[in-house]
């Protein structure tokens, strides 16, 4: 292993032909150090365009790998998996994302999301609404960042039994996926505890509201936060009808 990392340093792309034919070793500490090794060497443009059995098999391997790969490594195969990662990757990046605290590493937070949204494993990001706390939050988050209609569905089905940051964490996604589907859900919303949850079915209705719930969201030009009140208004300004002059 002192010679791939030695390889490793001088960077030399002659290197890459035998790296790739070693990644097929019997042992996978040498598996895992080849491929760190051509991480290294390689640009991820570099990795993309490898054919389709030296792809493949690099893939596997940083799948299997990611977890317990060092800090900075993470990061590499993270960018990686954005540009090769496929639906059985998904998987990986979730196992990291279970040891993630998204409140103290926020870049590797923000990583992760952006492998699994390269990935687009839509239904693995439904079925986490199912899971623990922080599986539900990462499934919510990246439904918001790529879910559409019938997965804003599958969030609104859920949202009313969750309380503190998951359903923030809803709202937020329900929020960024609109559709006048959601209205109905938004404007229940509205009616909720948390001033979080509320500032973001505003937000929405903003974009999705009905001239009849002009009524509704008056009310919440009198609420105690000074952010609600904006967002009432703005909401009103933005459904811009003749109720919303009176």
């Given at each position: 292993?002192?010679?791939?990392?030695?390889?490793?340093?001088?960077?030399?792309?002659?290197?890459?032909?035998?790296?790739?034919?070693?990644?097929?070793?019997k042992?996978?500490?040498?598996?895992?150090?080849?491929?760190?090794?051509?991480?290294?060497?390689?640009?991820?443009?570099?990795?993309?365009?490898?054919?389709?059995?030296?792809?493949?098999?690099?893939?596997?391997?940083?799948?299997?790998?990611?977890?317990?790969?060092?800090?900075?490594?993470?990061?590499?195969?993270l960018?990686?998996?954005?540009?090769?990662?496929?639906?059985?990757?998904?998987?990986?990046?979730?196992?990291?994302?279970?040891?993630?605290?998204?409140?103290n590493?926020?870049?590797?937070?923000?990583?992760?999301?952006?492998?699994?949204?390269?990935?687009?494993?839509?239904?693995?990001?439904?079925?986490?609404?199912?899971?623990?706390?922080?599986?539900?939050?990462?499934?919510?988050?990246?439904?918001?960042?790529?879910?559409?209609?019938?997965?804003?569905?599958?969030?609104?089905?859920?949202?009313?039994?969750?309380?503190?940051?998951?359903?923030?964490?809803?709202?937020?996604?329900?929020?960024?996926?609109?559709?006048?589907?959601?209205?109905?859900?938004?404007?229940?919303?509205?009616?909720?505890?948390?001033?979080?949850?509320?500032?973001?079915?505003?937000r929405?209705?903003?974009?999705?509201?009905?001239?009849?719930?002009?009524?509704?969201?008056?009310?919440?030009?009198?609420?105690?936060?000074?952010?609600?009140?904006?967002?009432?208004?703005?909401?009103i300004?933005?459904?811009?009808?003749?109720?919303?002059?009176?």
């Amino acid at each position: 292993c002192a010679i791939l990392e030695a390889l490793g340093i001088i960077g030399s792309h002659d290197a890459v032909r035998p790296l790739l034919d070693m990644l097929g070793a019997k042992g996978q500490y040498v598996r895992f150090a080849v491929a760190r090794t051509l991480l290294t060497i390689m640009s991820t443009d570099d990795i993309a365009s490898l054919d389709d059995p030296d792809r493949g098999t690099l893939k596997d391997i940083l799948d299997a790998y990611l977890v317990e790969a060092e800090d900075e490594v993470q990061y590499r195969i993270l960018s990686t998996l954005e540009r090769i990662g496929a639906s059985s990757s998904a998987q990986s990046i979730i196992d990291l994302a279970g040891r993630v605290d998204h409140d103290n590493e926020p870049d590797k937070w923000e990583a992760v999301k952006s492998a699994l949204a390269a990935v687009g494993d839509i239904r693995t990001m439904v079925n986490l609404l199912d899971g623990d706390e922080k599986s539900v939050i990462l499934g919510a988050e990246m439904l918001g960042r790529m879910g559409g209609e019938r997965e804003g569905l599958e969030l609104a089905s859920r949202v009313f039994s969750q309380q503190g940051y998951v359903k923030r964490s809803m709202t937020e996604a329900l929020a960024r996926i609109g559709g006048a589907g959601l209205r109905d859900t938004m404007l229940r919303l509205t009616g909720d505890q948390d001033g979080h949850v509320v500032a973001s079915a505003l937000r929405s209705l903003g974009e999705i509201g009905d001239p009849d719930d002009i009524r509704k969201i008056r009310k919440f030009l009198q609420h105690p936060y000074p952010d609600v009140q904006d967002l009432a208004l703005d909401a009103i300004a933005r459904i811009g009808t003749a109720k919303a002059e009176e």
